[in-house]
């Protein structure tokens, strides 16, 4: 995997998670920030922080990109989504516009 074709999401602690840039399109924030004309950092770097989104948060949601595209693939599978993370996941999804 070339570094173009990955994008570095950083969490609130720090925690960088490097994807696809494929799976990281499914949020049209982050797909805004990284397509954006202008010379933003994001768009430059190829990475977004995300100082409001913890850790654990963050690694749901990169989970949940990489879903999506099987299930838009035709890959029907569940999401599995622990109840204590419920509030956090759908305040991020929210943000995240997934």
């Not at 994008?7 to 925690?15: N, P, W, Y």
């Not at 990284?34 to 950092?41: D, K, Y």
């Not at 693939?73 to 419920?86: A, N, Q, R, V, Y």
Request: net charge negative; hydrophobic share 40%.
């Amino acid at each position: 995997m070339n570094k173009e074709d990955t994008v570095k999401l950083i969490s609130a602690e720090g925690f960088e998670f490097v994807i696809d840039r494929k799976a990281a399109m499914v949020s049209q924030t982050i797909r805004n920030m990284l397509t954006s004309p202008g010379g933003f950092a994001e768009t430059e770097h190829r990475e977004v922080t995300f100082p409001e989104i913890s850790t654990t948060i963050l690694e749901k949601i990169c989970q949940y990109f990489y879903w999506s595209l099987q299930y838009a693939s035709g890959k029907e599978t569940e999401f599995h989504i622990e109840p204590e993370l419920t509030l956090d996941l759908m305040m991020a999804a929210n943000y995240l516009h997934t």
